[in-house]
């Protein structure tokens, strides 16, 4: 049997698999750690639709003469199924009273909804609570939405663009003691949202770049691996966010400005010269 990859030939044999869904299980397994998902399928030359799956997967391999198996990364899927939420999100907006009260129950059935619930469980719970008539509502919606596409299909100029608000975000955790002790409770809370937020968004991105095959595995950064400097990172925030909610606001004033801000403005100066350096290798 021959198998083929989006139409390239694979040197690939069964082994102990018997069916075509034994053989489909080991190949998404295998598809799976190489970040991409099966999406098509065709037998010599058929293409075989959602409705003929059960029979396609009992079907014996020694019967079959060729496999052409589509295949995208989970990147692309994501962002099919972000372009489908956005569509989703006007068909909501169109929706009457009796359809929206049942339409949150709809699309949790949906293609986009089961890929959202593995890959971005956030995101996920998002759009779930503003179909159900909670959250901030779908114009809120659609732009986070529309965030993550740009992410996804342009992750350098979206790291990029982001540059002032790295910056300014960095100069507000230097100040946060000062507002602590100042009782500028509101702005302190406020800085540590935003942090939140642009550091989730710095490493969602950075990720999406590794995914495309940026070589961020030669990021170094104040001289350590990018992977063990991420670690650390991490155990800083978990270290900040622990004694904002403990309310001990001389660490939280520490860590912001001493742990923090250098932290944040050095992982993305690090990722930001790489993207320049390949940028240049691209011209």
């Not at 295949?71 to 068909?91: C, K, P």
């Not at 009796?98 to 759009?127: I, R």
């Not at 710095?202 to 999406?208: A, G, K, L, N, T």
Request: net charge negative.
């Amino acid at each position: 049997m021959k198998i083929r990859i989006n139409g390239v030939d694979a040197d690939i044999q069964p082994e102990t698999e018997k069916t075509v869904g034994e053989l489909l299980a080991a190949l998404d397994t295998w598809l799976t750690g190489s970040g991409h998902r099966l999406s098509g399928l065709a037998i010599d030359g058929k293409t075989i639709h959602a409705d003929d799956l059960e029979d396609c997967f009992g079907r014996a391999i020694d019967t079959v003469d060729t496999l052409d198996i589509s295949a995208n990364s989970v990147l692309e899927l994501l962002a099919e199924g972000l372009f489908h939420v956005l569509q989703d999100i006007e068909a909501y907006e169109a929706a009457g009273f009796e359809e929206k009260g049942s339409f949150a129950g709809h699309w949790q059935g949906t293609p986009e909804a089961h890929l959202l619930a593995e890959q971005s469980p956030d995101l996920y719970n998002w759009v779930l609570k503003t179909f159900s008539g909670e959250g901030s509502g779908p114009q809120a919606l659609r732009m986070l939405i529309e965030e993550r596409l740009r992410e996804l299909q342009n992750p350098a100029d979206e790291m990029e663009k982001i540059k002032p608000l790295v910056e300014e975000i960095c100069v507000r955790l230097e100040e946060l003691p000062l507002d602590i002790q100042t009782g500028k409770d509101a702005r302190a809370a406020e800085t540590v949202s935003a942090f939140s937020g642009i550091a989730e968004k710095v490493f969602r991105v950075y990720h999406v770049l590794k995914a495309e095959g940026f070589p961020v595995e030669e990021i170094r950064v104040a001289d350590m691996p990018v992977a063990a400097y991420i670690t650390e990172f991490d155990t800083a925030l978990r270290e900040l966010l622990a004694a904002y909610e403990q309310h001990d606001t001389v660490l939280v004033g520490d860590i912001a400005e001493y742990e923090m801000a250098p932290r944040l403005r050095g992982f993305y100066d690090a990722v930001l010269d790489l993207i320049t350096k390949e940028m240049r290798r691209s011209v």
